[in-house]
């Protein structure tokens, strides 16, 4: 077989699934889009869809993995940037996508997507010493980014409620000239806890 196709020999059933997660959270940014140039509010909710479907996905490649007991540096590799896409990437457009345009909502966006890609660098470093050599992570440093999901409930219900641009919940504040949206605090709250110390138990 040629050389470029080997590195796909070199997959488990696992990373396929990792694949998937990564796949939803990059249809979640193209719909997020299609929302903005069309303005059909169907398109938010198959970009929330898509999320959701991406947990499942995450989800599904951890215990396949350890059912065949097939792990690797390039599975572990393969869900960190797939998480990144679909857990970090995706709700941060999909909050653009809903009226979170302000010059400051923009670097909190930024400042959340940073924050969410230094987590699981750390998280990668360190697996092996949080582990304590039994191979299985007893606890996170930080909350995991998928807990980004609670944003994009949020989000899904401002939608269904037709609260987006100038209706988004709990208003603008004009500083120096730019807008905040209240909301984007959130995802600065979010960033912040994903880079924290703080130790939660991995169930």
């Not at 059912?67 to 896409?85: N, P």
């Not at 996508?97 to 400042?111: A, K, T």
């Amino acid at each position: 077989m040629p050389k470029k196709f080997t590195m796909i020999r070199e997959f488990h059933l696992a990373d396929w699934f990792t694949l998937g997660n990564a796949a939803c959270g990059i249809g979640a940014v193209f719909s997020t889009m299609t929302y903005l140039e069309t303005r059909d509010v169907m398109h938010l909710y198959i970009a929330c869809a898509l999320i959701f479907a991406a947990l499942v996905f995450d989800i599904l490649d951890g215990r396949i993995a350890r059912w065949r007991q097939k792990s690797s540096a390039m599975g572990r590799e393969l869900d960190s940037l797939a998480d990144v896409i679909s857990f970090g990437v995706a709700p941060a457009m999909l909050a653009y996508g809903c009226g979170m345009q302000g010059l400051y909502d923009r670097v909190i966006l930024v400042f959340f997507v940073v924050c969410g890609v230094s987590r699981l660098a750390r998280y990668n470093i360190t697996a092996e010493e949080l582990s304590d050599g039994s191979g299985k992570v007893k606890y996170f440093e930080g909350t995991p980014i998928p807990t980004s999901l609670l944003l994009v409930c949020l989000l899904l219900l401002a939608a269904s409620n037709g609260a987006l641009g100038p209706q988004l919940w709990w208003g603008t504040v004009r500083i120096f000239g730019y807008t905040l949206h209240t909301m984007a605090l959130l995802f600065a709250v979010s960033g912040s806890l994903m880079i924290s110390r703080i130790r939660i138990p991995k169930l």
